[in-house]
């Protein structure tokens, strides 16, 4: 197989862990190991002290998989299957396409996303969001007419990365029409759900709207506990948890065994979680938009409605790209440019779930006004 660089990730790898501040993370405030087991249910600080490190089943723990399947109104714990999310991803797009399939996707996207079905050799046609004077919006017109014999699969992302934007609720029927009228699979990236900003914009999970959707989650974004590397893939299709596990005996075989009972935990405080990201990010929200509002001269805020990113618009001279590259230089703060999501035009991705934010924009506002 040969695939192209994942120019985001070697991004990250090399200067996350060396500035000040991450502008553009898109994780929430991660929480303690010692903070997530204060929220652990009797029975399972009971399995946590009583635990041994030897294999985990490779499809999930049981309660696991019982946990996650709580998540959705139609699938069983046997249609859960536990792996990391890029796992995930890679293992769902190898079982399901061959060479030659037509694939369409969202965009601008994570790049394993459109990557993924390329390494495979698929044609992938973008379906891209649009920047409006409003905000984000779909053409759904747009995507019936990408439609092809040859398509075998739709790729999704709502909440979106790195826009925030979601459909309507029937914007997303039409998506989920359009893929039922074509027989395609619908892979349904939703690590973002249950981080609305307002919970009435929440929609069902593909896994439930569809027998050919399938829909990818995990505890990295909504949870903020992406060092657990537990995430998951969600379907109706009997058949589908084989075909994805007979890839991952090539791939981990079975998740952390550690790793699977603190996202016990976290699934049994989900609710306590979630309200703590969310306020998180509903006041960085407020603070984002009073900075974009000061700085308006320099930049367009375009408001997510759910997750915890945002993509406005870079107005100032020069690139995005520059802009970021100086920032960095100058005030070791990372700003990832909208190049790295092969965006058009220049955007620059916020992170709005960690609680320095406030710090990282003032940097920004003191290098606006240094260059400016």
């Known amino acids: 197989m040969r695939i192209e660089p994942f120019r985001l990730e070697r991004y990250f790898a090399a200067h996350e862990f060396r500035v000040k501040h991450v502008l553009s993370a898109s994780d929430c405030e991660s929480l303690s190991l010692a903070g997530l087991l204060e929220m652990a249910s009797p029975e399972t600080a009971e399995l946590w002290r009583g635990l ?11 309660r696991l998989r ?27 797009m190898h079982a399901l396409l061959a060479p030659d399939e037509h694939v369409i996707v969202l965009a601008p ?17 973008p379906w891209p969001l649009e920047a409006g004077a409003h905000g984000w919006r779909l053409d759904i017109g747009r995507l019936e007419s990408s439609f092809t014999e040859r398509t ?72 903020g506990l992406p060092g657990l590397r537990i995430g998951w893939l969600a379907a109706r299709d009997p058949a589908l948890p084989a075909r994805f596990l007979a890839l991952k005996d090539y791939t981990t075989i079975c998740s952390s065994a550690p790793s699977e009972v603190l996202a016990i935990a976290a699934l049994g405080a989900r609710d306590r979680i979630l309200a703590r990201n969310l306020a998180i990010v509903r006041t960085n929200v407020a603070e984002a938009e009073r900075f974009f509002a000061t700085h308006a001269d320099s930049f367009d805020w375009l408001a997510p409605r759910a997750g ?37 035009g220049e955007h ?4 709005l779930g960690r609680r320095d934010l406030p710090e990282g924009l003032a940097l920004l506002g003191k290098f606006l006004s240094s260059t400016c």
């Open 152 to 223: 075998r699969m739709l790729v999704v992302n709502f909440p979106h990365n790195p826009t925030g934007a979601m459909p309507t609720r029937a914007e997303l029927e039409a998506i989920v029409a359009l893929a039922a009228s074509r027989g395609a699979w619908l892979l349904s990236d939703e690590m973002y759900r249950l981080l609305e900003h307002d919970s009435a914009d929440r929609l069902p999970a593909v896994a439930d709207l569809y027998d050919r959707g399938i829909s990818l989650s995990g505890l990295s974004k909504a949870f």
């Open 66 to 92: 019982e946990e996650i399947a709580g998540l959705y109104e139609s699938v069983a714990p046997e249609g859960v299957v536990v792996a990391a999310p890029e796992e995930a991803i890679f293992i769902a």
């Open 109 to 125: 996207a994570y790049q394993s996303l459109h990557e993924v079905p390329r390494s495979i050799g698929c044609e992938v046609t």
């Open 52 to 62: 041994r490190l030897g294999y985990t089943e490779s499809q999930g723990h049981p």
């Open 308 to 344: 915890s990113v945002a993509f406005p618009r870079w107005r100032g001279e020069g690139t995005a790209d520059r802009l970021c590259s100086g920032l960095l230089d100058s005030s070791g703060v990372m700003l990832v440019p909208g190049s790295l999501f092969n965006a058009t």
């Open 348 to 351: 620059v991705r916020i992170g």
